[in-house]
Nanobody, 127 residues
Framework: QVQVVESGGGLVQAGESLRLSCTVS????????MGWFRQAPGKEREGVSC????????YYAESVKGRFTISRDNAKNTLYLQMNSLSPEDTAMYYC????????????????????WGQGTQVTVSS
């Protein structure tokens, strides 16, 4: 049974930082690409970032480039998202997901490219 569990969300002020973590069990973590998505109230879930199985390449949504950094520790089966310079527009539920493939490819922003999802962790940024 695959389990995906996010943590690290919270309430912060604009300009501050947060680091999200995602622990995965029940699958060979080191063989799959991993992604972060977010969903704000009334909006579609959007891809934030994706990292290749090896961690050697990553992709970002334009809205977070230069502020967010995705990383992974395959020895700990854990994915991270370092979020800096947060703004109220980053307020959303953040989800971790396991990709169906080892690489992110051009479909990394598409939900169907991922087959396992966590329950999400809430990030709220006040102005």
């Amino acid at each position: 049974q695959v389990q995906v569990v996010e943590s690290g969300g919270g309430l912060v002020q604009a300009g501050e930082s947060l680091r999200l973590s995602c622990t995965v069990s029940g699958l060979t973590f080191g063989l799959v690409a991993m992604g972060w998505f977010r969903q704000a109230p009334g909006k579609e879930r959007e891809g934030v970032s994706c990292i290749r199985y090896s961690g050697r390449s990553s992709y970002y949504a334009e809205s977070v480039k230069g502020r967010f950094t995705i990383s992974r520790d395959n020895a700990k089966n854990t994915l991270y998202l370092q979020m800096n310079s947060l703004s109220p527009e980053d307020t959303a539920m953040y989800y971790c997901a396991a990709n169906r493939d080892a690489a992110c490819s051009g479909t990394w922003t598409i939900r169907s490219a991922y087959n396992y999802w966590g329950q999400g962790t809430q990030v709220t940024v006040s102005s």
